[in-house]
């Protein structure tokens, strides 16, 4: 989707923005739940 956006962007912008925010959102969320993970499940690197 983004680089079906990519050709049209002049025109019409919401349909780079919008796929690639979403894209960003979804990977800081994954990011987000990957730490979460390590800390309730990796004793270790507790102090």
Request: aromatic letters at 8%.
């Amino acid at each position: 989707m983004i680089s079906d956006g990519l050709r049209v962007w002049t025109n019409y912008p919401h349909l780079l923005v919008a796929p690639a925010a979403v894209l960003a959102v979804a990977t800081v969320a994954f990011n987000f739940l990957g730490d979460g993970l390590n800390d309730a499940l990796n004793p270790k690197g507790q102090k």
